[in-house]
């Protein structure tokens, strides 16, 4: 059973706490913890403007976060570590191997599809961004 889920993708403003409130919406009542963190965080940084956008658009919101750096602990704590490109999942095992056994692609039941970084990058970016985290988020949450 999952108790802790990790997100990772690199500044965790953008993907990571957008997927972190969308899965925390959908786990609340099973009482699994949802977080997230970036390989090369912008520390104390909130969701960037165009995620928050989206994620109030579909009902959640993302004001609370904070940008956190990833690191051992972080790690060691998580049950599961989703993340967004295949790249993420190299760096996690170089930073902490013993994690490698439970970090996977959020597309992992999309063929291990990969999801894009929008940042800095119009909205209809981010849209596409946020369809296939929602379709991430929605696969897994019927593994928890």
Known sequence: MFKNILFVCVGNICRSPSAEVMLRQLVEAKGIQVSSAGLG????????????ALLLEHGLDGTGHRARQINGGILGQADLVLTMERKH?????????EASGKTFLLGKWQQEREIPDP????RPAFEHVYKLMA???ESWSRHL
């Open 41 to 52: 965080a912008l520390v104390d940084h909130g969701v960037d403007g165009m995620a928050q």
């Open 89 to 97: 999942v190299r760096r996690i095992a170089e930073i902490a191997p």
């Open 135 to 137: 379709e991430g988020v």
């Open 119 to 122: 940042y800095r990058q119009q």
